[in-house]
């Protein structure tokens, strides 16, 4: 069964980049097909895609986020990270990565459990 | 891209069918056959139920159907049961490799 597991900071700064990895594990998204996504979640509202990357290495990202966010793929394939730059209180969320599919307009069908990100001084 | 619109609220009895629609625009719902709909308990992460409109993956009851018609897409639960109860989002496909949620509706049984 395939599983992701989020890990990173839980506080960060305003002003500071936010660092996450997510470790995939007990099966492979190695394909070449396969995409992979964070998406976070405010505390209390809705779902708001932050972007995906390829295995290839190709990313997309949320238009109204690009400016801040690189999303990139570790060679082992098993860990892929998200950098957000320049945060304040509004990026305060939880985070999820998953398994996007096979395509950039597949969904997401595995989902890590998700890691509360804090921005706080 | 803006999100979707969804109603903050639905409920229905034990039972009964309950409809949640998703309303989007001509450059995503209404362009793509590509809407997703996922369930989110409290506390939990959000669980693919269907994909392209009106699949549904494997081990999701057929109680959930999924539709679209122009720009609104639309998730019906029938035969409402307690566990049914939760956050549900949309998703569509927006063009060029981006996604857009909608804001979620939070479904009640009463």
């Known amino acids: 069964q395939l599983q992701l597991q989020e890990s990173g900071p839980g506080l960060v700064k305003p002003s500071e980049t936010l660092s996450l990895t997510c470790t995939v594990s007990g099966g492979s998204i190695s394909s070449s097909s396969y995409y992979r996504g964070w998406i976070r979640q405010p505390p209390g509202k809705g779902l708001e895609w932050i972007g995906s990357v390829h295995y290839g290495g190709n990313t997309y990202y949320n238009p109204s986020l690009k400016s801040r966010v690189t999303i990139s793929l570790d060679t082992s394939e098993k860990q892929f990270s998200l950098k957000l730059s320049s945060v304040t209180a509004a990026d305060t969320a939880m985070y999820y990565c998953?398994?996007?599919?096979?395509?950039?307009?597949?969904?997401?069908?595995?989902w890590g459990q998700g890691t509360l990100v804090t921005v706080s001084s | 891209q803006s999100a979707l619109t969804q109603p903050p609220s639905a409920s229905g009895s034990p039972g009964q069918s309950v409809t949640i629609s998703c309303t989007g625009t001509s450059s995503d719902v209404g362009d793509y056959n590509y809407v997703s709909w996922y369930q989110q308990h409290p506390g939990k992460a959000p669980k693919l139920i269907i994909y392209?409109?009106?699949k549904r993956p494997s081990g999701v009851p057929d109680r959930f159907s999924g539709s679209k018609s122009g720009n609104t897409a639309s998730l019906t639960v029938s035969g409402l049961q307690a566990e049914d109860e939760a956050a549900y989002y949309c998703s569509s496909y927006a063009g060029s490799s981006n996604l857009v949620f909608g804001g979620g509706t939070k479904l009640t049984v009463l």
């Open positions: 998953a398994r996007q599919g096979l395509g950039s307009h597949r969904p997401f069908d595995y």
């Open positions: 392209e409109v009106s």
